[in-house]
């Protein structure tokens, strides 16, 4: 089979110039897919989820929904590959598998674990640092199928045993 050739897009930020338009997409025929970095929402922030709901579907909704008439565009959206990370964070630091099943060890049954329903992500210990779940998986799979765009996992065999 041929190649594919794919591009990636760093998500548009509420209230900042957005870093690719539909517009821009559309005249990028010779990518066959692109990757929306719908994660590190927190960079330059440092406090928060990895990649709360809010932030996952304004990046998206921004690329594949027509603003003037709110229609989904099918044909764009099944170019996108919603970039889902396999890593979560403690303030801007990147927390790894194999950190978050020691924590999990040392914590033992005193864990604080919280289901933040906004964000649609999982929140840890006093420190509230973010690491994905099978929850937090399964909410950003059923969006990206909800919107016909596929996914794109980041750091693979950093995560969880489920994730490999």
Not at 45 to 57: D, I, L, R, S, W
Not at 83 to 99: A, S
Not at 119 to 124: M, P, R
Request: hydrophobic content about 45%.
């Amino acid at each position: 089979p041929p190649p594919v050739l794919i591009g990636i897009l760093a998500p548009n930020v509420q209230g900042r110039a957005p870093l690719a338009t539909r517009e821009m997409l559309a005249q990028l025929p010779s990518l066959d897919r692109f990757v929306l970095m719908a994660y590190d929402a927190v960079k330059g922030v440092g406090k928060g989820p990895n990649a709360p709901m809010p932030f996952v579907e304004y990046a998206a909704e921004s690329l594949v929904v027509d603003p003037a008439t709110g229609d989904l565009d099918r044909q764009l959206a099944s170019r996108l590959l919603l970039g889902v990370p396999f890593y979560g964070l403690k303030g801007t630091e990147p927390v790894i598998g194999t950190q978050f099943a020691q924590w999990l060890i040392s914590a033992g049954k005193s864990a604080k674990i919280h289901w933040d329903e906004e964000a649609q992500e999982h929140v840890f210990g006093r420190e509230a640092f973010s690491f994905p779940t099978l929850k937090f998986l399964d909410a950003r799979i059923r969006y990206a199928e909800e919107l016909g765009m596929g996914l794109s996992i980041w750091e693979l065999g950093q995560g969880m045993a489920f994730n490999n």
